[in-house]
């Protein structure tokens, strides 16, 4: 009897859709970095409006990404499903 041994490497398309989910994993992290760092090292240049403003973008700029990385793992997904 002969043990079902684990495939060494993926496919390309599972490895493409692992990586983007990676990558929604981190993106709030990364921009939460980016957008609270620069107010704390500078904040002579943030000002009330300013930092305001910085923050809105910022929070914007990650939740649109999330949208395009979401829909980017669902439409492979689907990909998946189909063949």
């Known amino acids: ?5 684990r495939r ?25 970095l980016i957008v609270l760092l620069p107010p704390i090292w500078l904040p002579h240049y943030f000002s009330f409006a300013t930092g305001t403003l910085w923050l ?5 700029v990650t939740i649109l990404i999330t949208a395009i990385l979401h829909r980017a793992i669902g439409s492979a997904s689907e990909d998946d499903d189909d063949s």
């Open 56 to 60: 809105g973008t910022g929070w914007f």
């Open 1 to 5: 009897m002969r043990l079902r041994t």
């Open 8 to 32: 060494l490497f993926l496919g390309r398309d599972a490895y493409r859709r692992r990586r983007m989910i990676d990558a929604t994993r981190i993106l709030p992290v990364v921009f939460a």
